[in-house]
């Protein structure tokens, strides 16, 4: 998939070669400050994507974008000029690890249950879950896998409203999504910011296919796409190939909301496979493939795959094999850790494809001796950081904090409880001077649909003594 790109770069390297043996034999290229003389090499220079301002003749040939070197030689082209076309990718992209997938956790905060859209059913779930199906099946090997998970544990990226303390600034009316590009470590852009309260030009709010458009399109900056309608100069424009100039159908248009058309189009998917193709397939979640328990709170599951042969299975981290027979596995919990990347029993099938299904898994048991620190003592209008560790538990999907007293009835209104927004496990709290003095407790509620795990930990809260100064006259 990267074979038209190394030619285009070697061109460029035996190009580079050549004109310093020719300036070898010169002196200095005198540089040319007269306006651009449009040509047949200038004109291709743009069909290539680049700016027509950041293009300079000079005596023996064009430097574009200060630092790319091109033949004045319009046939020199003749090889390249269907290749460099409109949908493009930012300098940085997604690292990968070979043949093997990379699992891509996306964790939607909007809508998390009890998180920031109430509203039954939640409007953006299955916009947001379609276009994760989209992505993952766009092309057949994708070298991208994404899951949603149902925490910020871990998340790759997470959708959160513009309005979350995570998100930098609030997002005008008429913008419904933003996202960032990949960064250098080669790990896509952590956020999704996701305007809800935006209206179209109809005052009415989005429909399914723009929610859904939105979140493909913002996974794709995610990623490192950059807009097909828009030669983008942060994060930088390298045109793919085998492209088209216009592409009015691609996800990545910018403006993609005021779209009719749903999902990827066919040079997207060109694009996709350019970047991300090649990886061994893997099917996420095919409910209809491995049949077994959707959830396994406690003993052991047996899951069975049908429809094809499994050579060998594999499960995640916090599962243990009991036992594997050919296409069926028995698994167990195995609470020795948190679980990285969800929970999931995986079939590999006798032709190298991998076959996923994604279950939920137990109560949130502690590894060990799970405990809060934090302070023992605190007076009226005092702070305490009160802390545990995610690595305590092996699974969670809700975590809160809560003041009680066995003295002192609906004790939770004598203090300011302060939960951190981006860690679960660290809460402040604050006393109020109403408080009555004694002993209260502070609790951290750990649950998921196994169950829920309590950890307490005790504390005293006395009156702030009268400062008392020593008066000099
Ligand atoms: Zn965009």
Redesign the pocket.
Known sequence: MRKKNLHIRLFLVLFLTLLMFQNCSKDTLEPEKEQLKITPVVEQLTRMGFDIDNIKETKNSYIVEGDLVFSKNIEDYNNYSDNFERQAHSDNTVGLNGTTPRIINVYSKITDPGGVISQDPNPWLIPITNAISDWNTVIDDSCLQFVLVNHAQNADIKIISDMDPESPDVLPSNYL???GLPDSNMDPFGYVYINLDFTNTDTSPPSNNQMRNIII??I??CVGF??TDQSSSTGGYNPIPGTPINDPNSV???F?VGQNSLGFSNYDAVAVDYLYGGCTNIIINPITSINGPAQLCSGQATYTLTGATVADWHVSTNLNIVSENGNTVTVELAHNGAVIGGTYVEAQLSNGDLVRRNISTGSPTPSGSAVISGPNLLKYYQTGAFSTSSSNFSSYTNVEWVVFSYSFPNAGQYFDIRQNYNNDFFTEVEVLPTAPEGFYTVQCRVSNNCGTFYIDKQFEVKKARPQFYDVLD
């Open positions: 999504g933003r996202a399109h913002e794709g900056h950059v807009h990545m248009n910018a993609i």
